[in-house]
């Protein structure tokens, strides 16, 4: 067991720092196959509510201040840390980059970054957390093929019309929230050439359908 798989097998007090905050929370790992990825919920002292209570009673304009140098006390209740995993520089910096380019699809098509952190000497992503299950989680009869790749076109077509494909085509990339999909793990979202956008964009259609019907496949012989 590596050091990153143990230090995330269980639930644990922990702390990371924003700016000027420091944010103290409960965490546990997502899942077994990302234990850097953490669930937090935030802990949050009687006088950090009264702090907040005074800085929303200020205009807005008096706000942006405190907000920058103090981005903690206006996190969320719950959220989602991403530690960088070793030897994966080039794809944290990938994955901080997209997801300030996708700003407008923050929080609708994609997960909303709330910046970046330090956790136990580390870079890490704070993300929003997004409810909604894992294809494998839906109730059966499942989507079919089409509904599924129907409800996902939507996020490539964004993508695509800034030139950017989504390579890692996984089901564990995908979270289904009521009538649209969530976008998740940007690391591998990648700008196409314009000459080869058409194929590669094509071909992530190709593999996404592969992968779903995979999973149509293992219900339909009794194997969910």
Same mark, same amino acid.
């Given at each position: ?5 143990? &230090? ?7 702390? =990371? ?17 990302? +234990?850097?990825?953490? !669930? ?20 807005? =304009? ?5 907000? /920058? ?9 719950? $959220? ?5 995993? +070793?030897?994966?520089?080039? %794809? ?18 994609? +997960?909303?970054?709330?910046?970046? /952190? ?5 870079? /890490?992503? *704070?993300?929003?957390? $997004? ?9 059966? +009869? ?9 409800? $996902? ?16 085509? &996984? ?9 649209? *999909? *969530? ?14 956008? %058409?194929?590669? =964009?094509? &071909?992530? !259609? $190709?593999?996404?359908?592969? *992968? ?13």
């Amino acid at each position: 067991m590596d050091d990153l798989q143990e &230090s995330y097998d269980s639930v644990r007090r922990l702390q =990371f720092r924003m700016r000027l905050s420091t944010i103290s929370a409960i965490g546990e790992a997502n899942d077994s196959e990302h +234990p850097n990825v953490l !669930r937090l919920s935030i802990i949050r002292r009687r006088l950090d509510h009264i702090i907040i209570a005074l800085i929303l009673r200020l205009p807005m =304009f008096l706000q942006s201040l405190p907000r /920058a140098l103090f981005p903690g006390f206006f996190l969320p209740d719950r $959220v989602i840390l991403k530690r960088l995993k +070793p030897d994966w520089l080039d %794809e944290f910096d990938n994955e901080k980059r997209i997801y300030e380019r996708l700003e407008n699809l923050q929080g609708r098509m994609i +997960p909303r970054l709330y910046g970046e /952190a330090r956790f136990e000497g580390t870079r /890490a992503l *704070v993300l929003s957390e $997004v409810l909604g299950i894992m294809p494998w989680e839906q109730e059966l +009869p499942p989507l079919k093929l089409e509904e599924f790749k129907a409800l $996902v076109e939507v996020v490539f077509q964004e993508l695509n019309a800034l030139g950017l494909g989504y390579e890692d085509i &996984s089901m564990g990339n995908f979270i289904i929230a009521k009538d649209r *999909v *969530v976008l998740v793990d940007l690391e591998s979202v990648y700008e196409a050439e314009p000459e080869n956008r %058409e194929y590669m =964009f094509n &071909s992530d !259609r $190709v593999q996404l359908g592969t *992968v779903y019907q995979r999973y149509l496949d293992n219900y339909e012989n009794g194997l969910l």
